[in-house]
Nanobody, 128 residues
Framework: QVQLVESGGGLVQPGGSLRLSCVLS????????IAWFRQAPGKEREGVVS????????TYVNPVSGRFTVSRDNTKSAVYLQMNSLKTEDTAVYYC?????????????????????WGQGTQVTVSS
């Protein structure tokens, strides 16, 4: 069975940086597109960034574009989210999710239904 585990969350001051990790087990990472979502208290879950499996193409939402960078290391079955210039509005629980490449739709990658597997989430708090 496929499992995803996030780590790296914590408390950081505005303007600071944080790197999140997502490790997949139970299958091979190269068979999945991976996305990061986040959910703030009282808010709906929203997409942050997705990265294709074969092409490596990444798609960022406007609020994080230029500040966040996603990467993947298939040898370690890991996906990383480097977050720089953090803002208080980035505070949320961050989740990684995996979509089978046969199901993934890269032209609109933030449909929740595309993702069959989800991690437990990691808390990111940006506060002064």
């Amino acid at each position: 069975q496929v499992q995803l585990v996030e780590s790296g969350g914590g408390l950081v001051q505005p303007g600071g940086s944080l790197r999140l990790s997502c490790v997949l087990s139970g299958s091979t990472l190269e068979d999945f597109a991976i996305a990061w979502f986040r959910q703030a208290p009282g808010k709906e879950r929203e997409g942050v960034v997705s990265i294709d499996s074969v092409s490596g193409l990444a798609t960022y939402v406007n609020p994080v574009s230029g500040r966040f960078t996603v990467s993947r290391d298939n040898t370690k079955s890991a996906v990383y989210l480097q977050m720089n210039s953090l803002k208080t509005e980035d505070t949320a629980v961050y989740y990684c999710a995996a979509s089978h490449i046969s199901s993934y739709r890269g032209n609109y990658p933030f449909q929740l239904a595309l993702y069959a597997y989800w991690g437990q989430g990691t808390q990111v708090t940006v506060s002064s």
